[in-house]
């Protein structure tokens, strides 16, 4: 008792109700935090009795969730016309058992975008996602989004990234998403991109680094590149280069560069263990589509592991992640042949 009466908790009977000084929150997707008026801190665990908890259903008629200037959740009773911080719902809360792990593994492969950021808030965080109209780029950012980042949809069309933004918003009306055109097959893009993005005068806290190019025939960019190595490797690294100082200002900052498993079935050195440049950017009678998006890849990683060697004293990390095997988006369209095989492995493997 006198440990509990040392901490505030002895005021009260009941083992749900809040010691003085505690008030009971919401975050934006309903999980339940307590914030300690006296201390100036938050938890998830009920002060008294140790349990998580979160809420059930949907806000009643006539209420509306809403998010002040400094990202803290407040409700909207229009039939009453009143405001309030406290959540209608408390009163029908849930609790929360999570299982425990059999293993010192948190997420596997059958973990959500959902479930990762569950009980997050990134309000204030600004995010740019490349690729991110579709596939695994769509889903991060809307995932992001609706736990209250500002994010940024780095596409090469604009009209798609647009149509996308729409999406998310349709979603959730109060999502902060925009759609900027980035082509990574052009460095002039690259930079024009990277210049709309420095006027906005926004920090920089998250950079994914997720387009890519997927079994496409051989071709030049207008930079005189082969077009897989420049998307999915030199325009990322070109990328990162320009927007290096907004990073920085904005630490802690992270970046994200989505490889793949393949780069291990490729190799970029020559018999005598040089880097051979011109496996990179190969003549046409020398180009093989698979390898080129393997050693892309490769690439990727490299990368990465030096950027986060750079930066990570300057508050900014880096990390290299493989998605998944054969996930089914639309980076398989180049070909027939790689769209039978995505098709047929589609029930085996994670969805979007």
Not at 266 to 281: A, M, N, Q, V, Y
Not at 301 to 329: A, K
Request: charged share 25%; proline share 4%; aromatic share 10%.
């Amino acid at each position: 008792m006198a440990a509990l009466k040392y901490a505030g908790l002895e005021d009260t009977d009941s083992e749900e109700e809040l010691p003085p000084g505690w008030e009971e929150r919401t975050t934006k997707d309903g999980w339940v935090y307590y914030a300690n008026h006296l201390e100036e801190k938050t938890q998830w665990e009920h002060p008294k009795s140790g349990k998580r908890k979160r809420v059930a259903g949907d806000l009643p008629y006539g209420w509306e969730q809403e998010t002040d200037e400094n990202g803290q959740v407040y409700f909207v009773d229009h039939i009453n016309k009143r405001t309030t911080y406290l959540d209608p719902r408390l009163a029908f809360t849930v609790e929360d058992n999570p299982v425990k792990p059999t293993t010192r593994q948190k997420y596997d492969g059958n973990s959500t975008a959902m479930e990762i950021l569950q009980g997050r808030d990134l309000s204030g965080k600004v995010v740019i996602i490349t690729g991110a109209n579709s596939g695994i780029g769509f889903e991060t950012a809307k995932s992001l989004a609706l736990h209250g980042a500002c994010v940024i949809l780095a596409c090469r069309s604009l009209a798609r990234g647009t149509a996308a933004v729409q999406s998310i918003l349709d979603e959730w009306h109060k999502a902060k998403v925009e759609a900027m055109t980035l082509d990574l097959a052009s460095l002039q893009s690259v930079r024009h991109f990277a210049e709309a993005f420095k006027s906005k005068n926004l920090p920089l806290h998250i950079l994914i680094c997720n387009a890519a190019v997927f079994g496409a025939p051989w071709s030049l960019t207008e930079d005189g590149l082969e077009s897989t190595f420049q998307v999915n490797h030199l325009g990322h690294f070109y990328l990162v280069q320009l927007l290096e100082d907004v990073l920085r200002q904005s630490s802690p900052a992270r970046v994200v560069v989505v490889s793949s498993e393949s780069h291990r079935f490729t190799e970029i050195k020559d018999s005598s263990g040089k880097l051979d440049f011109s496996l990179l950017s190969p003549p046409k009678k020398e180009y093989w589509a698979m390898l080129a998006y393997n050693r892309s890849k490769l690439c990727n990683i490299l990368f990465s592991n030096e950027l986060n060697r750079r930066l990570s004293p300057h508050g900014v990390t880096s990390n290299s992640v493989h998605p998944g095997n054969m996930i089914y988006s639309s980076i398989h369209r180049n070909w027939w042949v790689y769209t039978l095989l995505f098709t047929l492995a589609r029930p085996f493997t994670k969805s979007m």
